[in-house]
């Protein structure tokens, strides 16, 4: 069964901290890996993209990892502001057209 | 910058009700999904579109129908509006299969 599973479910951080954030995915013929993040009452948006062959992609003081043998992949936040309080998807996509999504990791960033 | 408009941002109606909700985007994508987003869950896929006047059902279809009759527009209709359909529906479109998709800003829904 294709699944994205993501953790932690929530995460508290200080602001100027780093955190990592988990997507654990089962889904197969994997096409490629996307993080969005979505702040609240907003649709999410693209923040990284990886397929089979990149392990590593960042965007700012995102940094997204991919390890295609364990079917793992880990956003990292480096010296976090309070504007990165928001909810981090990770989306799987299948060869063909399934795309699946992660539930979320619910970030706040406190001062 | 691709722009994907939902015609509301906030949406109250009573059990029974016909409703609709629209969406338009201005970049000339052929795919167009319509998606519900609830607490603990992940994006689940209710219906999508690969063009203009072709519609695929997606994982949750059952309540809903959609329409595409413009390249530009895609609307979902809650047939019978029900209080377990109570949720946010975000629209989003790609230029085609394997691109980006592009979100809307989300239809918070509540039926009462």
């Known amino acids: 069964k294709n699944q994205v599973e993501q953790s932690p479910q929530s995460l508290i951080i200080l602001e100027g901290k780093n955190c990592t954030l988990q997507?654990?995915?089962?889904?197969?013929?994997?096409?490629?890996l996307r993080w969005y993040k979505q702040d609240t009452g907003r649709g999410p948006v693209s923040l990284t993209i990886?397929?089979?062959?990149?392990n590593t992609k960042s965007n700012g003081r995102y940094t997204a990892t991919l390890d295609a043998d364990t079917k793992q992949s880990s956003l990292h936040i480096t010296a976090s502001q309070l504007s990165d309080s928001a909810s981090y998807i990770c989306?799987?996509?299948?060869?063909?057209?399934?795309?699946?999504f992660g539930a979320g990791t619910r970030l706040f960033v406190k001062a | 910058d691709v722009k994907v408009t939902q015609s509301s941002r906030y949406l109250v109606k009573r059990t029974g009700e016909k409703v609709f909700l629209e969406c338009v985007q201005d970049m000339d994508h052929e795919n167009m999904f319509w998606y519900r987003q609830d607490p603990g869950l992940g994006l689940r896929l209710i219906y999508f579109s690969y063009d203009v006047k072709m519609k695929e059902k997606g994982d949750i279809p059952e309540g809903y129908s959609v329409s595409r009759e413009k390249k530009e527009r895609f609307s979902l209709i809650l047939e019978s509006a029900s209080t377990n359909q109570t949720s946010m529906y975000l629209c989003a479109s790609r230029v085609k299969l394997g691109t980006e998709a592009f979100f809307g800003q989300g239809t918070r829904l509540t039926v009462v």
């Open positions: 990886m397929t089979f062959s990149e």
């Open positions: 989306v799987v996509s299948a060869r063909g057209f399934k795309t699946i």
């Open positions: 997507c654990n995915y089962t889904v197969s013929p994997f096409s490629n």
